[in-house]
């Protein structure tokens, strides 16, 4: 049977492929290939035809919008890399609770009201930020918008600048570095992962990008850690042994941290980096006057 032609195909042709190249980020496009998106994807596309060939995954739960659109017809403002996503509801006081969601690289935090997508709040720190260590969405996890004690925490440790073994004996238990576990206590009905991984705004702070950036207070730490690491000195292989080390030590067995922690991580120590000769003047006059 004849496949009847688009007949604007050919002069959105060239806009397409750039398109796709953008929104599926060479990972699920094959721009020598003029037939189909290849990889690993949950739909295809067809270029010629600028028609999907195959339905949303998740087409049964926006029954008012149409199964072969792409971001409900908003790519400018919506990127679905597989077809999946986060999704938060929004609560009365503000906040919002996260009640669904699949690790991929989508970063968007989709809001949900009445079971369809309404818009995005914003961008997750990281791809695996509101994710447990086996990368499995944390249910009822709140963001709170209004909540800044991640960037206050940050802009702490930049002003007290503190030594690295400091840091380390302050940053387990209850040390003024361990923020995670800030104000466990009034955690109320929250389970230990919800609080661990309650969301914050972290716009503003130095290496998280532009927009709406949501990190959990475990993405906190973990940045801090790794700004301090870099700062002491360290490159990032040796940071990234200490860190699978003292993982060892308190959990008490062989493993790395969760990729979680090394991404979070890895942003600290990059702004850090840049930081790290004023760092060194620092400690150097501050050790001048401890003697």
Request: charged residues 20%; aromatic residues 12%.
């Amino acid at each position: 049977m004849e496949v009847p032609q688009n007949p604007y195909a050919n002069i959105t042709k060239s806009f397409v492929h750039l398109a796709a190249q953008i929104c599926f980020m060479k990972n699920c496009w094959n721009p020598s290939s003029m037939t189909a998106i290849t990889g690993p994807c949950t739909r295809h596309y067809h270029p010629t035809l600028s028609i999907w060939l195959s339905v949303d995954p998740l087409a049964d739960k926006y029954p008012g919008v149409s199964p072969y659109t792409y971001c409900g017809n908003n790519p400018v403002m919506l990127k679905d890399p597989d077809g999946r996503e986060i999704e938060v509801e929004a609560n009365k006081d503000g906040t919002y609770t996260i009640v669904g969601g699949h690790c991929n690289n989508d970063k968007n935090i989709y809001i949900i009201t009445n079971g369809e997508r309404t818009g995005v709040l914003g961008q997750m720190l990281t791809k695996y930020s509101f994710f447990d260590e086996d990368n499995n969405v944390v249910l009822g996890t709140i963001i709170n918008p209004k909540d800044n004690s991640g960037k206050s925490f940050l802009m702490d440790i930049k002003n007290d600048r503190p030594m690295l073994i400091t840091y380390i004996i302050n940053a387990t238990g209850g040390g003024k570095y361990n923020f995670k576990n800030k104000g466990i206590d009034g955690r109320g009905k929250q389970s230990l992962s919800q609080y661990h991984l309650r969301g914050m705004p972290l716009n503003g702070v130095a290496g998280v990008g532009k927009g709406n950036v949501y990190g959990t207070a475990r993405d906190v730490g973990n940045y801090a850690a790794g700004f301090v690491a870099s700062a002491a000195g360290l490159d990032w292989d040796e940071a990234r042994l200490g860190f699978d080390l003292y993982e060892c030590l308190t959990r008490r067995e062989f493993r790395q941290e969760c990729m979680a922690s090394q991404s979070a991580q890895r942003i600290g120590y990059s702004v850090g980096a840049s930081e790290r000769w004023q760092w060194k003047l620092y400690n150097k006059i501050q050790s001048w006057f401890d003697f």
